[in-house]
């Protein structure tokens, strides 16, 4: 049989980037109803979260942040990302946007997955440090 291999493309490239936000837009209310999930410090999480992975856009700088900032700005304050989806950057400008327009940072939670290169104590401190820089926050 004969194989082809074919070099990948960016998803992008071929999307409809997410639509800007308007600039007169301020945080709505967070969602009624909404679901927390109590961590061992006592600190309540939201349930429910944005996935930055998986979809055309998630690879297009432009399209994240504007997508965390669309999430913020309608109430959300849950996001997962990972080393793997190579958009921390990206993430970190659209929660630093949607803190300027009145997004409480208390109120954000970002949650991420060490990959099993850093596992252990300082190899996962040596980690997390990387990844917050990336992301721009404390």
Same mark, same amino acid.
């Given at each position: 049989?004969? $194989? $082809?291999? &074919? #070099?990948?493309?960016?998803? =992008?490239? +071929?999307?409809?980037?997410?639509? #800007?936000?308007?600039?007169? @837009?301020?945080?709505?209310?967070?969602?009624? %109803?909404?679901?927390?999930?109590? &961590?061992?410090?006592?600190?309540? @999480?939201? *349930?429910?979260?944005?996935?930055?992975?998986?979809? #055309?856009?998630?690879?297009?700088?432009?399209?994240?942040?504007?997508?965390?900032? =669309?999430?913020?700005?309608?109430?959300?304050?849950?996001?997962?990302?990972?080393?793997?989806?190579?958009?921390?950057?990206?993430? %970190?400008?659209?929660?630093? @946007? *949607?803190?300027?327009?009145?997004?409480?940072?208390?109120?954000? $939670?970002?949650?991420? +997955?060490?990959?099993?290169? $850093?596992? %252990?104590?300082?190899?996962?401190?040596? =980690? @997390?440090?990387?990844?917050?820089?990336?992301? %721009?926050?404390?």
């Amino acid at each position: 049989p004969t $194989f $082809f291999c &074919l #070099a990948p493309q960016p998803l =992008w490239y +071929k999307t409809t980037p997410t639509p #800007a936000v308007p600039k007169e @837009m301020r945080p709505l209310p967070r969602p009624e %109803g909404e679901l927390f999930l109590t &961590l061992p410090g006592g600190e309540q @999480m939201p *349930a429910n979260g944005l996935g930055t992975c998986c979809r #055309a856009t998630a690879y297009h700088d432009e399209s994240v942040r504007r997508t965390i900032l =669309w999430y913020l700005l309608q109430g959300g304050r849950h996001i997962d990302t990972a080393d793997l989806y190579l958009n921390h950057r990206a993430i %970190g400008e659209g929660i630093r @946007m *949607a803190m300027r327009r009145g997004v409480p940072r208390s109120e954000i $939670f970002v949650t991420t +997955k060490i990959p099993p290169d $850093f596992f %252990g104590t300082d190899n996962a401190e040596m =980690w @997390m440090e990387r990844v917050l820089d990336e992301l %721009g926050l404390e």
